[in-house]
């Protein structure tokens, strides 16, 4: 092998190696480039998934079929508000709310078991609970407010601004018929009565404070010329209609008609939100509305429609005309929910 030849081999070599020297950065940097991309990558991989609101299950546009409710005249004005937004904010079923009274709202829910909430200005009695529990019902209670209880007369009566528990029983029962043996100045005209029926909870409730040493609820029954409804409406019509009548019901029916009513103080205190609150006022008491868990948890839309009504209350029940429940009984009834959907 020549000088010459040998001499040709070893720059080619030398140039060989050279280029290859230069070119090894270029064919390094899509290996540059994958490592830059690999922390977003993996940031992208570890992003938490989008949280998911357990109460959506719940929203009135996420369930559907019947609601049927029934019983107190008292809280009809509730639950039919109630009925009314829940269909407004997109549930397409259908809600019927009867007013029956608390006794009838008990009667379908605990023994005819047709309905899948009642109604009730009374707590639920012994023996009503045994017949719910006859049939399979636990009844759970919530309560959802405070009602007033008011005495009213008419806008016309010019003479009477209030009275006694005591009286009340009196002109009940019968053993006051005229205005003047209530006090010698009023008018010498026979006192009309309007009352709910023995079916509701205002009867029971009002014969229960105010008749007790007066022959109770069948005295009241028995009066003479005494006017009976479970239509509050219809005993508002009757009170409006002489200013010698007087009747009593729910505080949301005084409001409602607070134009051609008047009510009266109850021993000098008049039915308030302050006296409520500070528990002066000698007529006031809880409402409720009564399910059980199976219905909640076998009727997705009851269960909707509860935690629909007792989240919305704060903002509808003065406006309804009633009184909010104290704190710890709201708080009671959202854990009653809450339990009996298992959250």
């Not at 609970?129 to 008011?150: H, N, W, Y």
């Not at 209350?313 to 009996?340: H, K, Q």
Request: charged fraction near 20%.
């Amino acid at each position: 092998m020549s000088k010459t030849f040998r001499t040709f081999m070893f720059l080619l070599v030398a140039l060989s190696l050279v280029l290859a020297a230069c070119g090894a950065p270029a064919e390094e940097a899509p290996a540059a480039e994958a490592a830059t991309e690999a922390p977003a990558a993996e940031a992208a991989a570890t992003e938490a998934p989008a949280e998911v609101d357990p109460m959506a299950m719940y929203a009135p546009d996420a369930v559907t079929g019947d609601i049927i409710t029934a019983g107190s005249s008292t809280v009809f004005p509730v639950t039919e508000r109630m009925a009314e937004l829940f269909q407004q904010e997109g549930f397409t079923g259908n809600v019927t709310v009867d007013s029956i009274g608390s006794g009838g709202g008990y009667e379908r829910f605990c023994v005819a078991g047709e309905t899948d909430i009642a109604n009730a200005s009374r707590g639920i009695k012994d023996e009503e609970v045994a017949a719910c529990q006859s049939i399979g019902r636990e009844p759970i209670e919530f309560r959802v407010g405070t009602d007033a209880l008011s005495v009213v007369v008419s806008s016309e009566n010019d003479f009477l601004t209030g009275l006694t528990v005591e009286q009340l029983g009196q002109i009940f029962s019968g053993e006051i018929t005229t205005w003047d043996q209530v006090d010698a100045s009023y008018p010498a005209e026979t006192i009309q009565v309007y009352s709910p029926g023995a079916d509701s909870g205002t009867f029971d409730y009002f014969v229960e404070e105010t008749m007790e040493d007066f022959g109770g609820a069948e005295a009241l029954l028995a009066r003479e010329g005494a006017q009976f409804s479970e239509d509050h409406n219809v005993l508002v019509q009757g009170v409006v209609g002489s200013p010698y009548a007087i009747g009593y019901f729910g505080y949301a029916y005084y409001v409602e008609n607070a134009s051609t009513l008047k009510a009266l103080a109850i021993e000098g205190v008049e039915p308030t939100q302050d006296a409520v609150d500070a528990g002066t006022y000698p007529l006031a008491r809880p409402l409720f509305i009564y399910s059980t868990a199976e219905i909640m948890q076998e009727k997705p839309q009851v269960a909707a429609f509860i935690y629909f009504y007792l989240t919305n209350l704060e903002d509808n029940i003065v406006d309804v005309g009633y009184f909010p429940a104290p704190a710890a009984d709201f708080e009671a009834a959202m854990s009653a929910w809450e339990t009996a959907v298992g959250k």
